[in-house]
Nanobody
Framework: QVQLAESGGGLVQAGGSLRLSCAASGRTFSRSAMGWFRQAPGKEREFVAAINWNGGRTYYLDRVKGRFTISRDNAKNTVYLQMNSLKPEDTAVYYC??????????????????WGQGTQVTVSS
């Protein structure tokens, strides 16, 4: 059984930065692709960023390109999401997810096998 635990969310003013972390346990982390998704109130879950097994390829939602960076440290079983220049529309619960079916990253939440509990990010204007 895989467990994912997010941390690093909080309240920040527009233009500020946050760094989310997601610690994984239970299976060989380096064999998974990892993703970050978010869900705002009344909206569907939305892809934010994904990274392949060794960090060699990354993918981003167009609206966060240039502001967010996904990375991973396989030695620490952790994936990160550095969020800069935050905007009020980035406000959401952010979830990390693990896909052990493939080592290449998917943008589709249906492909992910395991999910964290989520961490709230609130950006004030």
């Amino acid at each position: 059984q895989v467990q994912l635990a997010e941390s690093g969310g909080g309240l920040v003013q527009a233009g500020g930065s946050l760094r989310l972390s997601c610690a994984a346990s239970g299976r060989t982390f380096s064999r998974s692709a990892m993703g970050w998704f978010r869900q705002a109130p009344g909206k569907e879950r939305e892809f934010v960023a994904a990274i392949n097994w060794n960090g060699g390829r990354t993918y981003y939602l167009d609206r966060v390109k240039g502001r967010f960076t996904i990375s991973r440290d396989n030695a620490k079983n952790t994936v990160y999401l550095q969020m800069n220049s935050l905007k009020p529309e980035d406000t959401a619960v952010y979830y990390c997810a693990a896909d052990y079916s493939r080592t290449t990253a998917s943008l589709n939440h249906y492909d992910y096998d395991y999910w964290g509990q989520g961490t709230q990010v609130t950006v004030s204007s």
